[in-house]
T-cell receptor, first 111, second 116 residues
Framework: DAKTTQPNSMESNEEEPVHLPCNHSTISGTDYIHWYRQLPSQGPEYVIHGLTSNVNNRMASLAIAEDRKSSTLILHRATLRDAAVYYCILRDSNYPTPLVFGKGTRLSVIA | KAGVTQTPRYLIKTRGQQVTLSCSPISGHRSVSWYQQTPGQGLQFLFEYFSETQRNKGNFPGRFSGRQFSNSRSEMNVSTLELGDSALYLC???????????????FGPGTRLTVL
């Protein structure tokens, strides 16, 4: 499986934007970039995914570098409820593969 | 729609016993995956079932097994429990397709297993 690299932890002030980086230098052309997050005492939840173009949904935006070797999850206005571990995961679109979780980035949000 | 449900939510067993955990996927979802989460190893994939067939398997010993029923509900079983099996066991369902990994997985709240 292609690997991703994320910072162990990040901190943000409430109501400010947060940019969570992910490096995936060995990404293949058929790999989608997925983001999941895990709130305390809950199972992971889907955030967003993309292939080449930037993506937006009600939760976040995903900015993908032109060479696809990195991406950034953007939370436009962090709230206390966004404090979670964020996982960046690559999944091959050609095959039914499971989610391979790394250690993720623990985001703390300060009021 | 109701989310993924897992039962029981908490379980305490002793070494050597066996345990069965249950997962009910979101209505209409045909794929069910199981994951183990521990502080040391993080989230690790156990296996996935699609239309009652095991489609993928993680790197776990044969003591870990699962099955899926015709209504897509799934169970996983761990035999001869060891202390190291203490973990949060998470089940995820997805709508899927016969191939492709762009499907979203929806996770349940997990079953917290403690082995004494």
């Amino acid at each position: 499986d292609a690997k991703t690299t994320q910072p162990n932890s990040m901190e943000s002030n409430e109501e400010e934007p947060v940019h969570l980086p992910c490096n995936h230098s060995t990404i293949s052309g058929t790999d989608y970039i997925h983001w999941y997050r895990q709130l305390p005492s809950q199972g992971p939840e889907y955030v967003i995914h993309g292939l080449t173009s930037n993506v937006n949904n009600r939760m976040a935006s995903l900015a993908i570098a032109e060479d696809r070797k990195s991406s950034t999850l953007i939370l436009h206005r962090a709230t206390l409820r966004d404090a979670a571990v964020y996982y960046c995961i690559l999944r091959d679109s050609n095959y039914p593969t499971p989610l391979v979780f790394g250690k993720g980035t623990r985001l703390s949000v300060i009021a | 729609k109701a989310g993924v449900t897992q039962t029981p939510r908490y379980l305490i067993k002793t070494r050597g016993q066996q345990v069965t955990l249950s997962c009910s996927p979101i209505s209409g979802h045909r794929s069910v995956s199981w994951y183990q989460q521990t502080p040391g190893q993080g989230l690790q994939f156990l296996f996935e079932y699609f239309s009652e067939t095991q489609r993928n398997k993680g790197n776990f010993p044969g003591r870990f097994s699962g099955r899926q029923f015709s209504n897509s509900r799934s169970e996983m079983n761990v035999s001869t429990l060891e202390l190291g099996d203490s973990a949060l066991y998470l089940c995820a369902s997805s709508l899927v397709s016969s191939s492709g990994s762009t499907d979203t997985q929806y996770f349940g709240p997990g079953t917290r297993l403690t082995v004494l």
